[in-house]
């Protein structure tokens, strides 16, 4: 199995960036899908972003797309979510997760393995 870790998490004032890591280890990076993640408190998990396998096909929530993007260093074996333009409602605690397959996926239950999150606030 794959594990993840993510980090690059932090505090930030609106209109401001950041930039999510997720480091990929155990199996070959290049199997797995890659999915980003969101919690705020007393929601449930959401879908933010996803990339293929290859890093050719890509997907976003609608309410991040523009300002996020998600992508992957294969050499590295890790994704990056750039978070631009942050409004207070990107406050969450955000997962990257990983799928053995190609294609994409915007469902947690599509997802095998998690990372343990990393927390975003956004002030305004």
């Known amino acids: 199995q794959v594990q993840v870790v993510e980090s690059g998490g932090g505090s930030v004032q609106a209109g401001g960036s950041l930039r999510l890591s997720c480091a990929a280890s155990?199996?070959?990076?290049?199997?797995?899908?890659m999915g980003w993640f969101r919690q705020a408190p007393g929601k449930e998990r959401e879908f933010v972003a996803t990339i293929s396998r290859s890093g050719g096909i890509t997907d976003y929530a609608d309410s991040v797309k523009g300002r996020f993007t998600i992508s992957r260093d294969s050499a590295k074996n890790t994704v990056y979510l750039q978070m631009n333009s942050l409004k207070p409602e990107d406050t969450a605690v955000y997962y990257c997760?990983?799928?053995?397959?190609?294609?994409?996926?915007?469902?947690?239950?599509?997802?095998?393995?998690w990372g343990q999150g990393t927390q975003v606030t956004v002030s305004s």
């Open positions: 997760a990983a799928r053995q397959a190609a294609s994409i996926d915007r469902t947690t239950i599509g997802y095998a393995y």
């Open positions: 155990g199996r070959t990076f290049s199997n797995y899908a």
